[in-house]
């Protein structure tokens, strides 16, 4: 897979995981909203439970205590006095002989109605007044006063009254939960007493969603107890324009991370980061050209070329030298250099004493004064190699400050070669003023040779000047016998290119050496 489509893969991976990961975020926080809510609702419903049992005693206790034996008309005010105020209560009805008599809103009864069984009786020990409670659920109660009006209502007796509540109460209370039901538990058996009929064991029998059900029960009255269930389809039908913007934001999340790994990837990929790194890391790399006398064909020396791989590739000179200038590396990139190379060369044994080693330098680090550093440094003044410090034309050259530093460089016993001449920033008293050894004739007059262009027409005169100097002179980039030959004829010293050799490691540049000594 080629490193872009890799580049591409990750933020891709990267967005798509962001993605699910805020999804689930989202689902949780969701979660956590309607499992709120649901608990929310089942502690409502318990306290009307809390509340519709506390209605029951403040009338039921109260009304028996009269001890009325017959629906008088004083019994029916007692009654309709204790209805007046009642929230849960919509009937009361007087008993005698275990027939409904009398109800608060039909008066006396023409036929008297027999009760019927409870669907449980509740007994509280822990009170006398709160024992013998008789309940039955009746989902379809027609009220003697308005038959047509249907209603769903527990009913309970206590003594010679009972109550008419209205399951509805709890309804209108603003509870958001579609599904509810409240029972009442006495051991082993349960109850339906308001709301949804078996949801309760429902909920006990089967696996739920995870946050859309809850199961509670009263802490002051036991037995009676909640389910409450919102499925996630109402929730989220419910919530649906923050489900969506939810989703919109999570989607832009996915995308604006994909985009910075992106953006990261490629920043770390960059050639300026890779390079900044590079010089810490050990991703460049030292590479040696030979230099042959164009006369006798022996290895004179040779130039050390910098190259670089990480794990990302590799980058050209090209691409590096011009990051390392802007970044103000050029004089760790140079000890770095300096370092390593001796290293390596020094431990070839096949090269002899007076091996002449050029080693390019920037020109900036001869104006900043750090060139005059090297005279510094005994590696390099008891080296057994020559050292060829090469220079490319610049500016910065023609200046009294570069003048002195070149002084001190050829003092303590290093060469002067100006590189690249031709190409740069040219000045012809440079030749006569700066201490100069060798002058190295750019690979673009040599290549012109084939053409028999300009440029190639102007190595005679080239040679004029290094004669009038008495400088030595190398020409770079020579690949064909054409090129060599004319060369020689027209006086140059020294050549190098992919004729003799093309820059290679340590390792085969000593095997290469190896061979020119045979």
Not at 17 to 25: D, I, P, R
Not at 289 to 311: M, N, S, W, Y
Request: charged share 20%.
């Amino acid at each position: 897979m080629k490193k872009y489509q890799q580049k591409s893969l990750i933020a891709v991976l990267t967005g798509v995981l962001v993605f699910v990961v805020g999804s689930l975020v989202l689902l949780y926080f969701a979660g956590q909203k309607l499992a709120a809510a649901i608990h929310k609702d089942a502690k409502q419903i318990v306290n009307h439970i809390d509340a519709a049992v506390s209605e029951r005693r403040q009338i039921l206790f109260p009304l028996n205590a009269l001890n009325f034996s017959e629906c008088s008309d004083e019994n029916l005010l007692e009654m309709r006095r204790a209805l007046f105020d009642a929230k849960y209560v919509v009937d009361i009805g007087f008993f005698k002989n275990n027939q409904l008599v009398c109800t608060t809103g039909s008066g006396v009864l023409k036929n008297p109605i027999n009760d019927r069984t409870p669907d449980y009786i509740r007994n509280n020990l822990e009170s006398k007044n709160d024992n013998n409670i008789r309940v039955r659920f009746e989902p379809k109660l027609k009220i003697l006063l308005f038959e047509e009006r249907i209603m769903q209502v527990v009913i309970v007796r206590q003594g010679n009254y009972n109550l008419i509540m209205d399951t509805a109460a709890i309804s209108r209370s603003n509870i958001a939960a579609p599904y509810w039901e409240i029972t009442y538990k006495t051991g082993s058996d349960s109850f339906h007493l308001a709301g949804k009929s078996g949801l309760s064991k429902e909920l006990a029998n089967h696996k739920q969603i995870p946050f859309e059900t809850a199961l509670m029960c009263s802490d002051k009255n036991t037995g009676y107890c909640v389910a409450v269930r919102t499925p996630w389809s109402e929730f989220f039908a419910d919530n649906q324009f923050l489900l969506i913007i939810s989703l919109i934001l999570t989607c832009l999340t996915g995308v604006s991370s994909a985009l910075i790994v992106d953006y990261q990837i490629a920043a770390r990929r960059s050639t300026n980061n890779r390079v900044r790194k590079g010089l810490t890391k050990g991703s460049f790399y030292w590479t040696y050209q030979p230099i042959i006398c164009l006369h006798t064909g022996k290895v004179i020396g040779c130039e050390v070329l910098a190259r670089f791989e990480d794990k990302y590739g590799p980058l050209y000179p090209d691409e590096f030298i011009p990051v390392i200038r802007k970044n103000n590396l050029t004089w760790s990139f140079t000890q770095a250099m300096v370092a390593k190379v001796l290293k390596e060369l020094t431990e070839l044994d096949d090269l002899p004493t007076g091996f002449k080693v050029s080693i390019n330098i920037f020109p900036c680090d001869v104006e900043l004064g750090n060139v005059s550093l090297l005279t510094q440094e005994p590696a390099l003044i008891n080296s057994r190699f020559i050292i060829c410090l090469e220079i490319t034309e610049d500016e910065y050259l023609d200046t009294s400050i570069a003048h002195a530093h070149f002084r001190t460089l050829v003092d303590s016993g290093f060469n002067l070669s100006l590189d690249d001449f031709g190409t740069g920033y040219s000045n012809l008293r440079n030749l006569q003023n700066l201490s100069f050894h060798q002058l190295k004739i750019d690979r673009t007059f040599v290549q012109d040779i084939a053409t028999q262009g300009l440029k190639a027409s102007m190595i005679p005169n080239i040679m004029e000047l290094v004669r009038k100097f008495n400088y030595t002179c190398v020409a770079e980039g020579i690949e064909t016998t054409e090129q060599e030959a004319m060369l020689k004829s027209a006086g140059v010293h020294y050549g190098q290119g992919w004729k003799y050799g093309r820059p290679m490691k340590v390792d085969k540049f000593k095997r290469y050496i190896a061979q020119q000594t045979l």
